[in-house]
């Protein structure tokens, strides 16, 4: 049973940092496994935030490139994400996503934290 847990989102002030955590558990070769942040606003679809792979090659988000930063500690099968500089354009709610591929059946999903950027 594959289960991703995310933590961290809350209310936080523009230009206030956030740190995202993601703890995995069931995937016995979680170090061979991309990771993935996504987000979802209302009214609009999910997309990808932050990415990175089992080597550590990363993408992001242009919107998000220079102020968000994914992480990962395999010996803990937690992924972060770190966010700073926070704009009200980064309200959503952000879920942690473990791909399909060789170490899954197929992708998994959290149930999502809410982060809200308001003055």
């Known amino acids: 049973q594959v289960q991703l847990v995310e933590s961290g989102g809350g209310l936080v002030q523009p230009g206030g940092s956030l740190r995202l955590s993601c703890a995995a558990s069931?995937?016995?070769?979680?170090?061979?496994?991309?990771m993935g942040w996504y987000r979802q606003a209302p009214g609009k679809q999910r997309e990808l935030v932050a990415f990175?792979?089992?080597?550590?090659?990363?993408n992001y988000a242009d919107s998000v490139k220079g102020r968000f930063t994914i992480s990962r500690d395999n010996a803990k099968n937690t992924v972060y994400l770190q966010m700073n500089s926070l704009k009200p354009e980064d309200t959503a709610v952000y879920y942690c996503?473990?791909?399909?591929?060789?170490?899954?059946?197929?992708?998994?999903w959290g149930q999502g934290t809410q982060v809200t950027v308001s003055s």
């Open positions: 990175m792979t089992s080597s550590g090659s990363t």
């Open positions: 996503n473990a791909p399909g591929g060789p170490a899954v059946p197929r992708p998994y």
């Open positions: 069931g995937i016995v070769f979680f170090s061979m496994n991309a």
